[in-house]
């Protein structure tokens, strides 16, 4: 079975400063996605950044990107020129690849928050 | 946009109470989940569902039953409610075998069990 491991269950930024999520992973499979999925205070969770585990080139979405050190396991967040709106609890979420089917497995979740 | 909805942001049930959830979403996704959501436990998956009249087990499916009757909506039935299961529930839907592989929340329902 899958384990996501999500070692700091809370962290704080200033605004405009750069913060770094960690995510680890157990599996045996060599096929699967990661996802960083966001949960603002009373909002609705959504998706932040995937990526493909054969990819080698780590995935950006503007002020996001990920550090994806497969042989280790390794699935960090970095937020850069950090906002208030990032404010939110981050999951971290594995999923393997094989018939679709497949739930995400999630980590604990970091509860990050964002200082003026 | 992929919509998910869920068919009340906050209940109140008394122990021993039958109680429902629904969750309906409008992209024709044929795989749907509910999640249960604790503080510092996460997002812990209770049933899915990846076709129509079909369930699969999650993690903690104790305590809990579902109905998937069409294709567009997944429902969580809590047979005799309990304290323990005061709790944010989450659903989600998703494509069975798409590109991106996103699964989609819905906003959650808040259940008080008193």
């Not at chain 1, 605004?15 to 949960?39: G, H, I, M």
């Not at chain 2, 009340?8 to 629904?22: H, I, P």
């Not at chain 2, 503080?39 to 129509?52: E, K, M, T, W």
């Amino acid at each position: 079975a899958q384990t996501v491991t999500q070692s700091q269950p809370e962290m704080s930024v200033q605004e405009a400063e750069t913060v770094t999520l960690s995510c680890t992973y157990d599996t045996s499979e060599n096929n699967y996605y990661l996802f960083w999925y966001k949960q603002p205070p009373s909002r609705q969770m959504i998706l932040v950044i995937r990526q493909e585990a054969y990819k080698q080139q780590n995935a950006t979405e503007n002020r996001f990107s990920v550090n994806f050190q497969k042989a280790a396991k390794s699935f960090s967040l970095k937020i850069s020129d950090s906002q208030l709106g990032d404010t939110a609890m981050y999951f971290c979420a594995f999923m393997k690849l094989s018939s679709g089917n497949t739930p995400l497995v999630f980590g604990k979740g970091t509860r990050l928050s964002v200082i003026a | 946009d992929v919509k998910v909805t869920q068919s009340s942001r906050y209940l109140v049930k008394r122990t021993g109470e039958k109680v429902f959830l629904e969750c309906v979403q409008d992209m024709d996704h044929e795989n749907m989940f509910w999640y249960r959501q604790d503080p510092g436990l996460g997002l812990r998956l209770i049933y899915f569902s990846y076709d129509v009249k079909m369930k699969e087990k999650g993690d903690i499916p104790e305590g809990y039953s579902v109905s998937r009757e069409k294709k567009e909506r997944f429902s969580l039935i809590l047979e005799s409610a309990s304290t323990n299961q005061t709790s944010m529930y989450l659903c989600a839907s998703k494509v069975l075998a798409g590109i991106y592989n996103e699964q989609f929340f819905g906003p959650g329902t808040r259940l008080t069990v008193l």
